[in-house]
């Protein structure tokens, strides 16, 4: 491709050490007839990409030290659409690793060069970007005005054509049916070309049409393969995770999370899922790690919020009182400090009044009740003042944290703050956050031989999703347990029988009729049938 295909498009470069940032510019002027711009400072490429619009954004992966980084700077800038589908963004960096390549990829750079490297190399790399890009220059208009049916008619016109990029073109199409809920015409092409070379698209989207249509089991043997032939294609993780949780196998979900991010630790996205299944499984250690490594990615990124320092201090409030004394400090010593960054880089009233608050939960966990009390006083004295001008939901986590420091009366008086009148606010639950709190309790009961405990836990999850197979046959599991090892108590027997018999007028799916079977024939035994 000669230089005339290149005049008139807007360059940038961004690269903060001077000699390369040079040889790159001289590069781009003999290729376009626009003025060339660049910077070398991370933190102005957002606001520069703002005021102009760009075609080709060369972009370094390393900026300096206490900088944003390529990834986060080309993260930021598609989640703020800041840039358009038509501008070629091409990631330039020294490091190779397999985790920031993944981690580059899942942001979706055009291309990506590894230093050292030739400017015949780029040139190679930027003529191939151009051409694509001008090939499905249609579709990406299309996608960027959000019209499905005109993507999928210029898609169709690409693939009348021959269109080199049929590939892309196909996982573009099938993915406007689903989101058109016109599931089988996608179907019709995940099916087809599943077992395509660069198709693994197909293949997630086979899944997401079994987890729409709540066949989960069909999804999860879909995610699995799909992991064990690419193991590196990162989607299929997360969708397998989602799987699991709609199983409610919590414990799985976090497993599958956990290996997606030895392959690729630098995706705050999925580590925050990653922290939050840990902290719902009650695995305390692990959700402290997973927090405290969003906060540090997260410091210089689109992520970075007041909720990663808030989260963190919450489930270090969970794991510190396990620790040694001498341990639990040093930890905490780490989250006062990250509390404390948080009330210098975010300035509202309760970010402090929570920081407060939760420094006073980590001190009374290492014993020092007087600089608790300091932190309590100074927190409630701030929300007294401030409590009109924040949000309910906000509200909400403040009162939790009283109660754990044995504050009762203050979150009566805070549930009925901000209401209409005297009506008091109401924070609903979700039944599926009630369901695996109560799965969770209940799993933990049953492994301590508490089953009669066990058996109220699954009962309330039970009742929540009363057409669940997998929390009938736990149950059933815990009331047979329970009436071998506890008096034969005759209730949990009848109740035993009744769940079977609902199951009896279910539909089961395959591989949980192994299970049934082997808890009915447990009930004939004990039963005397």
């Known amino acids: 491709m000669t230089s005339d295909h290149y005049q008139g498009l807007r360059f940038l470069i961004v690269d903060n050490i001077k000699p390369s940032q040079d040889i790159l510019k001289q590069f781009v002027m003999r290729l376009t007839s626009k003025q060339v711009d660049s910077s070398h400072y991370a933190q102005d490429v957002t606001a520069i990409c703002q005021q102009k619009e760009y075609d080709v954004i060369l972009l370094g992966y390393d900026l300096g030290e206490n900088q944003k980084n390529g990834q986060q700077i080309l993260e930021e800038l598609r989640i703020n659409n800041h840039i358009s589908r038509h501008c070629i963004v091409i990631l330039i960096t020294a490091e190779i690793s397999q985790a920031m390549v993944l981690a580059a990829l899942e942001h979706k750079p055009d291309d990506y060069l590894c230093k050292p490297y030739s400017l015949n190399d780029l040139d190679k790399r930027l003529t191939k970007c151009l051409k694509k890009k001008q090939a499905m220059s249609s579709v990406y208009q299309a996608l960027e005005i959000g019209d499905p049916n005109l993507v999928i008619e210029f898609c169709d016109q690409a693939l009348a054509k021959n269109t080199p990029y049929k590939t892309e073109c196909l996982g573009i199409k099938s993915r406007q049916f689903y989101e058109l809920e016109q599931y089988e015409r996608a179907k019709e092409i995940y099916e087809r070309y599943k077992d395509t070379a ?34 590196l294609y990162l989607s299929s993780y997360d969708w397998l995770a989602i799987t699991y949780q709609k199983q409610f196998n919590f414990i799985f979900a976090e497993e599958i999370l956990e290996q997606a991010l030895k392959l690729s630790p630098r995706s705050i996205p999925r580590l925050k899922k990653y922290a939050k299944q840990c902290l719902d499984n009650h695995h305390f250690e692990k959700a402290t790690f997973a927090y405290e490594q969003t906060y540090k990615l997260a410091h210089n990124s689109i992520h970075h919020s007041p909720e990663n320092a808030i989260m963190f201090a919450k489930a270090l409030m969970e794991y510190s009182p396990t620790l040694p004394l001498v341990d639990a400090k040093k930890i905490n010593n780490r989250a006062y400090g990250y509390l404390n960054q948080m009330n210098k880089d975010f300035k509202q009233h309760d970010v402090k009044i929570q920081s ?44 939790n944290t009283l109660v754990k420091l044995n504050r009762p009366s203050i979150p009566s008086e805070l549930l009925i703050s901000q209401s209409e009148g005297d009506k008091e606010v109401s924070y609903p639950v979700s039944n599926r956050d009630k369901a695996q709190e109560a799965i969770a309790k209940g799993q933990e009961l049953y492994d301590n031989k508490e089953y009669a405990l066990a058996i109220k836990q699954l009962t309330t999850a039970q009742a929540l999703y009363p057409k669940h197979v997998g929390i009938k046959l736990n149950l059933i599991q815990a009331l047979l347990l329970s009436y071998e090892h506890s008096n034969k108590n005759i209730a949990h027997l009848t109740y035993a029988q009744s769940l079977l018999t609902q199951l009896n007028d279910m539909k089961i799916p395959n591989e949980e009729l192994n299970r049934l079977k082997k808890m009915q024939k447990k009930y004939q035994h004990i039963a005397g049938i």
């Open 198 to 231: 660069n198709c693994q698209w197909a293949s997630v989207g086979l899944g997401k049409v079994a987890l729409h249509e709540e066949r989960l089991m069909n999804a999860e043997a879909i995610f699995k393969s799909l992991i064990k032939k690419h193991p």
């Open 356 to 399: 407060h608050l939760l420094s006073a939960c980590l001190l009374e966990t290492t014993r020092d009740f007087d600089i608790a009390k300091n932190e309590i006083d100074s927190g409630e004295k701030l929300l007294n003042k401030e409590i009109n001008a924040i949000d309910k939901s906000v509200l909400k986590d403040i009162s």
